[in-house]
């Protein structure tokens, strides 16, 4: 049985830069006719806004819409911070932290080396290339939803 939509949260904070250019990636390669929304969901607004400007079909702002939408979520994207407390700067919060975590959503994690956060990766490369797996791993799970 197919669903009938599919929710991709991606969820970014300071500027909105990643979430931003994963969310261009995406909708370049991602068919029209797909039943699929691309939420931005900013740890404040000018994230929210950076990753609207970048295609989201919609987006919220803040600590109350990061929880709600992660339990609603098919898939939540973003760097590995968005599942560690008091992140980015101090803008993650636990209790959106919890709830990233918690979420039965498949999470995407884009490694990002910041705010303290180390991650051992066999290999490194630039941050497009990252990006760029993000989006065949979304693409890939997508793909299995609606089989």
Not at 6 to 34: E, F, H, M, W
């Amino acid at each position: 049985m197919q669903k009938k939509n599919i929710l991709i949260s991606v969820i970014d904070g300071q500027g909105g830069g990643i979430g931003r250019q994963y969310i261009s990636a995406l909708t370049s390669v991602l068919p029209k006719d797909l039943p699929v929304t691309i939420r931005a969901l900013g740890t404040n607004s000018l994230a929210t806004s950076n990753m609207l400007k970048g295609g989201a079909n919609d987006g919220a702002t803040g600590e109350n819409a990061i929880v709600l939408n992660a339990g609603r979520s098919d898939i939540i994207v973003g760097v590995v911070a968005i599942v560690v407390a008091n992140a980015i700067l101090g803008e993650l919060t636990p209790t959106m932290a919890q709830a990233i975590g918690a979420s039965n959503a498949r999470r995407i994690l884009i490694p990002f080396d910041s705010c303290n956060t180390r991650i051992a990766m066999l290999s490194n490369g630039p941050l497009q290339a990252f990006i760029d797996q993000a989006v065949r791993m979304t693409t890939d799970y997508i793909g299995e939803l609606l089989q």
